[in-house]
């Protein structure tokens, strides 16, 4: 009898992915790798990983910009456009704000919670 115990394929991971019990697992293996490096790296050096315009920030973005052509390229022609039209509309809003766009048109964060309290001309 041959067990073969090697790495999963493409397909057993996409069964992995697509069962409820990743919207538990996932998040957890997310937190527990930041845990982690939190605990094994050096604080300063964290830190500029994770800084404005560092590493983290810059990765995010062109995930994102990967998830919106991935949308696109799993559209299906046929059906409703509608659905994928959002959601890269949606992804196109996140890589905006990853890449500071929202500054360039104020020359200031509108995105702060800073922004809109405190005193408000009328």
Avoid: C
Avoid at 94 to 118: I, K, W
Wanted: proline share 6%; hydrophobic share 55%.
């Amino acid at each position: 009898m041959n067990h073969d115990h090697s790495a999963p394929s493409r397909s057993q991971a996409a069964v992995l992915l697509r069962r409820p019990s990743a919207s538990i697992w996932l998040p957890l293996a997310t937190i527990m790798a930041a845990t982690l490096a939190w605990i094994a790296i050096p604080a300063n050096r964290l830190a500029a990983f994770v800084a404005e315009n560092g590493p983290v920030e810059s990765a995010t973005a062109v995930l994102y910009a990967f998830a919106a052509a991935a949308v696109l390229f799993a559209a299906d022609s046929g059906s409703d456009w509608k659905t994928p039209a959002a959601l890269v509309i949606g992804i196109a809003g996140l890589v905006a704000r990853e890449l500071d766009l929202h500054r360039t048109a104020t020359n200031d964060s509108v995105l702060r919670v800073s922004f809109y309290y405190g005193h408000a001309p009328l």
